[in-house]
């Protein structure tokens, strides 16, 4: 072989060891040119990376203005060193722009006759861009895997030049953006989606399962439950429907399977099991059994429908999805009308009051009244349980015990309850006899605790719609469900222990009409119930997932549980109360969000703002 062919080979070895290396390293690190807007300034202020209040300030080119806005992501590298055998930059501090101001060069005074028409105009001034440090984002040439997001701890060089954020994997490392999970939206810079409209960045909610096998990965968002919050007609339910579909799929999660099903079979029953997610809705205005249908929009098109494919976006109606269950239960009460299709009905059997006696407290019981009240109802189920006894009724109904209350509760000389005449009657009056009680229990053939498993099923997303239901009936109805639900996920020696043993997530639209800072009994009840669940969530693999036009009715206790939390468009008032937080430098913005814009705080990932998909992924009519 002669040295030319040898150089020659050696020469072609180098070019592919080359073109290996281009092509491994990902934008905008290597080669890529990118979009520069300015450079850092140093002149009239310091730059500042401090524990707290960072100062960083970007000189933009004047031929650039118009490409930045308050809230775009930049990135600034930091120069190549002379250690580094690279001869591009590795790490760039990424930033976002909170502050945008024209500033004075010296020398130039508006203060003349004319104004404006003469100069200066403004490219006499110069405009500079305040930029609030997030990360840092390293790429490691030697390392396949990709960028490393890590915490500012120095200041960017005085001149470095200043680029736009136009790379989607480098800004989800950036912000710590979930690679994958439940869609909520797409990234964007007031109301824009970015980089750009035609590939935005998608924005997942966290959300590791034992069939993606990641679950090592963390909790999912949904266990650490998720708060939607938007003035009425920001678009609340749309949003929540197309989140809704997201969760609605064939995923499974482990949990543990409850000690009462353990006793029970006795047989070697393992300690944890995989099981498809049950998603609960509580349908106050009978909009979310809609969900089963596709959407009737006409957005949505055969190539939106592509689109949504393209992103592994999930959409239709759910009854169609051979992945998922979807079923609707009604509740059946006296003297209305069930209108839904498809429906089921079940009824409220006055059994839930045996382990939920708060649940017969009308308005605030005296303190004797209350213990009257409890020991009558207490002797009324011991009777039921005995066979022997007269009420030895193993199927307890309201109008029985009305009966066994009257009886008890009839006469001060001889009621084993009180000598209390004025007690008796204020026990009585409350229990005795109630119309509205008559309505609520122990309707239609099968009850809620008869349907407890085809309700609760996993791998089912379930409606429950009590839009035929007013005033203090619908409050009295969803709190008795949302006792059963409750106690049975987190109490221990539950009787229903397949509600214990399934992963769970409650929706519940309107939430400030049932858990707010309750001044009634019963209500209090139920918002004490949810305290208790909400802390306990990720243990029970129970999320909530609370919809309210008025976040700060919620109790302070379960909003303060409420990890992830989205903002649609809201009144300023809202956003000034002690009560909700919303981050600060949304506070402004949120006022104004156009339907669909919102801004989104997840565990461990900085607050952002996203816009919706502008179809409902399933029906909406409204
Ligand atoms: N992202 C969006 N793009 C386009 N239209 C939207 C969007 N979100 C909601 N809408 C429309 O706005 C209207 C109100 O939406 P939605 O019912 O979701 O509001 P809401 O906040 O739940 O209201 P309410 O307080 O009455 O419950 C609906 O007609 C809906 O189709
Ligand atoms: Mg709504």
Redo the contacts with the bound molecule.
Sequence with gaps: MTDDILDEVRQDREDEQNEADTGTVPAPFGDYEGHRVGHITAQDEPIVVDREDSYIRAFIDSSFRDDVRLGNYLRIPYPVSEEQDVDFPTSMLVGVINRLEYATVANITDKQDGGYRHEPGEQSFSYVAQIEPISTVTFNPEDDASFEQVTVDKPPKPGCDVYLVEDEEFLRTALRIPQEGAFLGHMAVSGDRIPSEESPLPYYLFNPNATDDNENLGEPAIFRHLQVAGS??SG???A?KNILRQLATDKRYTIEVPPEEREEDNVDVQDERVRGLNTTIIDP?G?YVEMGNDPTDGGYTTDFRNDLDAQNIRHGGIQQDPDVGFEVFVPQIEDTNITHNNARSFGIPFEIVRTNRQLLYSSEPPERTRSAINQTISRYFRECNDPQSGYGNPQPTYQEFSQYAEMLLDDADNSPITQNESVLIAARERIVDQYEYRRIFDHGTDSLTDLTQQMFAPGQVTVIPTDHLRGSTDRIVVSCLLAHIVQNKIGSNVNYPHIKGTPMLLAL??AHEYISEASDPRERYLVSNFQQAAKRGRKDKFGLYV?T?TPQDINGEIRKQMNTRIYLGLERDVVESHDVYVPKEFKESVTQFNKGQMVVKQPDVRPVELVGLPVCLTRHD?
């Design positions: 009425t007609g609340k339910t749309h929540s205005e909009e639209d309107e919809i036009q409204s």
